[in-house]
């Protein structure tokens, strides 16, 4: 079986959560609360099920990474955003010696909200485990050691105790993985940036941020719907509304909901993840999105139902 594990989910720049956000949230718990029975913990879990995930959970603030569970031994990640530190932990946690481990992080490209996590990565410092860093840009190296210079950062790259390697892919090829074929394309983004599928056991997941669509080219969009074809799920950039795709922020590299919806609808999907959320939503803005992608995918319904949910930090999809 293969599992998507979401640790970071926010795009540009991690952000967090408020004491005036915390504060709406209780302030709606205690609202759900009033005249119903409290005395049992199973009443207050009633009362928490009542509310929306805005009010009674997060969408959480680190940058992208995503944990790809093949069913093979090693991990797969997608990029390094701040989201890297928690699944290091957890990566830490899980075996007992904490050595011995190989990590394949499949980097879509070089911006700073993918990158930064690396600094932070436990696992990289331990002697024994495995570090192979994947990637089409030439610069793949260069940016991860400089992100570690002075005045930038304190600590350099030879401070890592793992054995950190680079693997420069080349678009539209497939590669085989510990047991996982992987093929990367190019999307169109400031500098370029890189999709990947994975394929394994029967089943297909795309990882496809930080992509910009030019919906008047239908080359493009051909490319795009076969890159999706018939995927068990797709973690597509979502991060502004359609209005904002078509006008101000056409040329600024990203996608929207609409758009991933059009997309998986051609391309057959079976699950679009929304995903690299605009640092302004809050909680509710995120919910109101997904609701509104929800809607317009029941009234586009074509033979094929798509199921629709916003990625946030801690949302496991198994397929
Ligand atoms: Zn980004
Ligand atoms: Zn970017």
Redesign the pocket.
Known sequence: MMRARFWGTR??LPVALTAAGVRLKLLAALRAARGRPLATESDLERVLASLPFAESGTYGGHSSCVQIETGGFDYFVCDMGSGLRPFGHAAMAQRSAGAGQTFHIFL??L?W??IMGLPFFVPAFVPGNRVRVYGCHDRLEAALLRQQEQPSFPVDFSIFGAKIEFVRLEPDRAYEIDGVKVTPMLQR???D?YGYRFEAQGKAVVYS??SEHPLEQPGHTARFVEFFRDADLVIFDAMYSLADAVSIKADW??SSNIVGVELCQMAGAKHLCLFHHEPVFDDAAIDAVLAETRRLEEITRGAKRLRVSAAYDGLEIGL
């Open positions: 795009g540009s879509s490209h911006h909200d993918h983004h400031g500098g940036s941020t930080d590299g990203h």
